[in-house]
């Protein structure tokens, strides 16, 4: 996990109510991720920034929404919209010629 | 729409038994492909990587992965289990589309027995 932060480890909101995740690096990689990982589901993305200031819809961006201000943040709101919003999150990072990404240690998120 | 099949949802060994998790993937050209293993509530740690080098890959851990383009396999072996390997285990490809983004399969939950 070293040099990628998420926190809290573990959040409950009531339904309705946006929330904020939070994912900050210090490993000066440039392009940042958010993924959503459910039961034997695998994990799917939701949102990535390759720069400051820019990022792109992954597969399941709907109900969600991002920032980038800062290349060492990258924070993921779960908006009211998001139908089914309980999840294990992970934000990872990758640096730039290589494939690989490097995992945060993930927030769990429960709405009720 | 590329994907990646792991062959089993649960693999169950007894410790010091050789280990085998199946990865088939999907893409057409020359891919990059990943192990990464996932401990409870944590976050994934990368086991290995295969970049078109050799075909066999060495990883932490013991772990190693053999890519066989004929077979589009990319399968993951370990001679003797521990009991610290109890863990799941995703195979990832990363896409073609600039590799920056990838592509991961379901999981194989790893169970070891003493």
């Known amino acids: 996990d070293g040099g990628i932060t998420q926190s809290p480890k573990y959040l409950f909101r009531k339904e309705g109510q946006n929330v904020t995740l939070s994912c900050e690096q210090n490993?000066?990689?440039?392009?940042m991720y958010w993924y959503r990982q459910d039961p034997g589901q695998g994990l799917r993305l939701i949102y990535y920034?390759?720069?400051?200031?820019?990022?792109q819809k992954g597969d399941i961006a709907e109900g969600y929404s991002v920032s980038r201000e800062k290349k060492e943040s990258f924070p993921l709101t779960v908006t009211s919209a998001q139908k089914n919003p309980t999840a294990f999150y992970l934000c990872?990072?990758?640096?730039?010629?290589?494939?690989?990404?490097?995992f945060g240690p993930g927030t769990r998120l429960t709405v009720t | 729409a590329q994907s990646v099949t792991q062959l089993d949802s649960h693999v169950s060994v007894s410790e010091g038994t050789p280990v085998l998790l199946r990865c088939n993937y999907s893409s057409s050209y020359s891919p990059s492909l990943f192990w990464y293993v996932q401990h409870p509530n944590k976050g994934l740690q990368l086991l290995l990587k295969y970049t078109s080098a050799a075909t066999l890959v060495k990883g932490i851990n013991g772990f190693e992965a053999e890519f066989k383009k004929s077979e589009t396999s990319f399968h993951l072996t370990k001679p003797s289990a521990h009991m610290s390997d109890a863990a799941e285990y995703f195979c990832?490809?990363?896409?073609?589309?600039?590799?920056?983004?990838?592509?991961f399969g379901k999981g194989t939950m790893l169970l070891v027995s003493p």
């Open positions: 920034s390759q720069i400051v200031n820019d990022f």
């Open positions: 990832v490809e990363a896409r073609d589309s600039g590799y920056s983004t990838l592509t």
């Open positions: 490993l000066n990689h440039d392009a």
């Open positions: 990872a990072t990758r640096a730039g010629g290589i494939y690989e990404q490097y």
